[in-house]
């Protein structure tokens, strides 16, 4: 009993020292390290030696340790054996019910969305979509998310080779107007979009971050403007703390 005690208490030094050296945001030192973890020098030399022989630490020239090769392997795995549909659906699911209204959950392809699930509201006038549809960037609530959640160079990038074509009358089409959309989408945390895509229809939406902080995917709520609520901050606030607890559980710290 001794032993796998012992056993464990070992695995949890070592578990955290290789969190401590990814927790910071640069490779940290040895005297770093044992300020941090406040194990023994002899202890703490111990785990490091172990972590780096199974390629999980690296050790640079400048005698700091940052993340080995095999964690990224790792990490690369365990994403790619849970989809983010998965990982997203009881948060969307609970979006709904909380809202009433009907989620969408939007991937990236090329220079266009993709939504790749979808949570029905359960009212008899809902948004006519379906899972494999193509939703444009600059007229949709997903689509500006997105936006706002690259990098700023990205952004601009990605804006200038969009078409812009108009689904309704609403639909903007002028990529000046949109670049200002995406700043102001990115300060206040989440998007909007009235009839752009689809007449009668208001959506918010918010992006989901991965690990690097990069957009893994964007979510909009789709709300008939009959049944809008006049403190339109329940739908933003929702969205954006769905979005922030996926973002969480794909890694994401920020």
Do not use: W
């Amino acid at each position: 009993m001794s032993e796998v005690v012992q056993g464990a208490k070992s695995f949890s030094r070592t578990i955290k020292v290789l969190q401590l050296i990814a927790d910071q945001p640069q490779a940290p030192s040895v005297a770093q390290l044992l300020a941090l973890s406040e194990l023994t020098r002899p202890t703490l030399y111990r785990i490091l030696a172990a972590l780096e022989a199974e390629g999980l630490v690296n050790q640079g020239a400048d005698k700091c340790y940052q993340l080995g090769s095999r964690v990224i392997s790792l990490a690369h795995r365990a994403l790619a054996q849970t989809s983010i549909i998965d990982i997203a659906r009881i948060e969307l699911e609970n979006l709904r019910d909380q809202l009433g209204e009907t989620v969408h959950l939007a991937i990236r392809n090329q220079n266009e969305l993709v939504y790749v699930d979808k949570i029905e509201s359960r009212e008899v006038v809902r948004m006519a979509s379906t899972i494999g549809t193509r939703v444009p960037f600059h007229s949709s609530a997903v689509g500006k998310a997105f936006l706002a959640a690259l990098s700023p160079d990205e952004a601009s990038l990605l804006i200038e080779q969009l078409p812009m074509t108009a689904i309704t009358p609403h639909s903007p089409t002028d990529k000046s107007q949109l670049a200002e959309v995406v700043v102001r989408t990115r300060l206040q945390g989440f998007s909007y979009e009235s009839e752009e895509n689809e007449q009668g229809i208001v959506c918010f939406g918010a992006a989901i971050l991965n690990a690097r902080g990069k957009p893994e995917a964007s979510v909009s709520v789709s709300v008939p403007m009959f049944r809008l609520k006049e403190d339109v901050s329940v739908y933003s606030q929702a969205i954006c703390s769905a979005c922030h607890k996926i973002s969480e559980k794909l890694g994401y710290i920020g």
